[in-house]
């Protein structure tokens, strides 16, 4: 039976990790559909914030990554040409786009459609571009752009892919005549049932896990730290890339004026096979960003059994029914700083039962068949 190919356009890929979100969804979906789709990968030579080509990998040619075919461009032959020319030669059944924004990898492709130089379908995923948290990041540009791919027609004749109903209604509300499937992001991570991390009252051992970016609100976290008021030692580790040195900049003077009682670091940034090693070291994951669209680290953090102090911009509100975290509107400030008292006061019995909680709700959500199911229908 002749498999359909799907062409996977993203800025970044493996081995690259610091991208976050868009390449753990990508890996996941390559690694739960390969059985039945033939996938084409098309990305850059190089990581998130950096120049570097990675090592031991060849460019400009197809190549393999974990059993999946990869076209790394250079950042020399990556231009509008080259690009058709690889789609062309791959000729997909379905052109797949990763991002909103990204210049070559979702508006090139766009605008080589309707000029009639690739002929492929095309469904974009925005990854929650759209969200108004996103927007809020250099709006007056998105905003310009937005009215002129309108006013030139350059997304009427493709599919929207949304993961959730919200992201659903993002995207209707700038175009409103869209024609949009939903499918839930994926994520292959295995559902770990051996968390052995102790909890004692008055200590608490914080992470977060994200681009240190100001959609991922960090500087908020560690705001809402500065005005906590208690005998309780915290930690407070940071795992990521550094993607904002301004914002960054803003972070650590925060860092530098918090109590002793309270300890922050950055460590580094992890590979995917890390996480669950690394997240077995601490309580709660506090990652109160501005928007998710699906939020992978909270869904790694709730299948180690660490539950999550998060705001209510992302899918997973729920926790606070099944009381495996809190999901905080992030106007409610005091309620942040209430739930990590009440964290750092837990004693071994309480957090065991949380951390139980979080296994069960986890389990429950993530529906494998399912998100299968709605994959297949997305590329008819």
């Known amino acids: 039976m002749h498999k359909k190919r799907i062409a996977v356009l993203i800025d970044w890929y493996l081995p690259g990790n610091r991208a976050g ?48 075919n990869v076209y790394y461009f250079s950042t020399e032959d990556l231009n509008k040409s080259n690009l058709a020319g690889i789609i062309n030669e791959i000729n997909p059944d379905f052109i797949y786009l990763n991002s909103f924004w990204s210049y070559y990898f979702s508006i090139v492709p766009l605008q080589l459609k309707k000029k009639n130089k690739i002929g492929t379908k095309i469904i974009l995923a925005p990854r ?46 700038h175009f409103p005549k869209a024609k949009i499937k939903i499918a839930s992001n994926v994520n292959s991570t295995n559902v770990s049932k051996n968390k052995k991390n102790v909890k004692q009252n008055g200590e608490l051992k914080l992470f977060y896990l994200s681009r240190v970016a100001r959609v991922k609100n960090l500087l908020f976290a560690l705001n809402i730290l500065k005005e906590i008021k208690t005998e309780g030692n915290i930690v407070y580790d940071i795992y990521g890339s550094l993607e904002d040195a301004t914002y960054w900049e803003e972070c650590e003077n925060v ?49 180690s059994g660490c539950p999550v102090i998060i705001s209510n911009q992302t899918p997973w ?34 957090y065991k039962k949380m951390s139980e909680n979080c296994i069960t709700f986890i389990e429950q959500k993530i529906n494998i068949k399912q998100n299968i199911k709605a994959y297949s229908e997305l590329f008819l």
Request: with cysteine; charged share 25%.
């Open 21 to 68: 979100g868009p390449v753990k969804s990508i890996y996941s979906l390559l690694n739960l559909l390969k059985e039945e789709y033939e996938f084409f990968v098309i990305t850059r030579n190089n990581d998130l914030g950096s120049f570097a080509p990675y090592k031991n990998v060849e460019c400009n040619r197809w190549t393999k990554y974990k059993d999946t």
């Open 128 to 173: 929650g571009m759209l969200s108004k948290g996103a927007l809020s990041i250099k709006p007056l540009k998105k905003k310009l752009y937005l009215f002129l791919s309108k006013f030139n027609k350059l997304y009427n004749e493709i599919l929207f892919h949304a993961t959730t109903n919200n992201e659903e209604k993002e995207i209707q509300n």
């Open 255 to 303: 860092i530098k004026s918090l109590s002793p009682n309270i300890k922050v670091s950055y460590k580094y940034e992890i590979d995917y096979e890390d996480v669950p090693v690394v997240m077995a070291n601490y309580h709660f994951l506090f990652l109160p960003t501005l928007n998710e669209n699906f939020g992978h680290t909270i869904v790694e953090s709730l299948v």
């Open 317 to 350: 509100n729920d926790v606070n029914e099944n009381n495996c975290g809190f999901a905080i509107s992030l106007n409610k400030k005091e309620e942040f700083k209430s739930a990590i008292s009440r964290a750092i006061q837990m004693n071994e019995t309480e």
